[in-house]
């Protein structure tokens, strides 16, 4: 069955500009989950969604948003774009929450702020 | 606050050789410990999951241990093959329900 897909794969933006990035979880998975990958602050965490609803953020700024549709699809929003936010971005996702739940990642949108 | 540490930052072994990735962490309250392998430009792929009652797990050629009390895992790789050439990291569930994980270690296997 399909993977975890993400797009676009690749974009360049200007600073000040926004961003929304879509994730398309593996068909029957209910929880998403987005990172952000950069290699000087590693992977950290943005944000999970279960059932349409924000579970868990992590300790990024507001301007960093992202929201789950009813088939489980995800977008995620970057407003005001930094030329820190250049970034791989990944989504991931699984079949429910909790610890037992192994979770597959997307190849990543690839952000390039200018 | 959580961290996770992986030791060593890069790694280079000629094909065959049996190894071990090592991945430490600061606060024992974790639910799970994940190890992934990353390949250039591309996403995750999880390779083992140890729930925070485990000790280990095996799959194929890798196993991973989990020692809770000392905050310590190792990924033990036998027999490496050129396509084990990868960034393996790290992530524990911590306490609020987040991954963290940490910076990786870059395997290099010489055919």
């Known amino acids: 069955k399909a993977g975890v897909t993400q797009t676009p794969r690749y974009l360049i933006k200007t600073r000040g500009q926004q961003v929304t990035l879509s994730c398309s979880p593996i068909s029957g998975h209910r929880s998403v989950s987005w990172y952000q990958q950069t290699p000087g602050q590693g992977l950290q965490f943005l944000f999970e969604?279960?059932?349409?609803?924000?579970?868990n953020k992590g300790n990024f700024p507001g301007r960093f948003s992202g929201r789950q549709f009813s088939n489980s699809r995800s977008e995620m929003n970057v407003s005001t774009l930094e030329l820190g936010d250049s970034a791989l971005y990944l989504c991931?996702?699984?079949?429910?929450?909790?610890?037992?739940?192994?979770?597959?990642f997307g190849e990543g949108s690839w952000l390039t702020v200018v | 606050k959580q961290e996770v540490t992986q030791i060593p930052a890069a790694l280079s072994v000629p094909e065959g050789e049996n190894l071990v990735l090592n991945c430490s962490f600061t606060d024992s309250a974790i639910y799970n410990l994940q190890w992934f392998r990353q390949d250039p430009g591309k996403g995750l792929t999880s390779l083992l999951l140890?729930?925070?009652s485990q000790r280990e797990q095996t799959s194929g050629r890798l196993n991973a241990s989990l020692d809770k009390s000392s905050g310590r895992s190792t990924l033990y790789i036998a027999a490496s093959q050129p396509g084990d050439s990868a960034t393996y990291l790290c992530a524990v569930l911590d306490s609020n329900y987040q991954l963290i994980w940490g910076a990786g270690t870059k395997l290099i296997i010489k055919p």
């Open positions: 140890i729930q925070s």
């Open positions: 969604y279960f059932s349409e609803t924000q579970r």
């Open positions: 991931a996702s699984s079949l429910a929450v909790g610890p037992g739940n192994t979770i597959y």
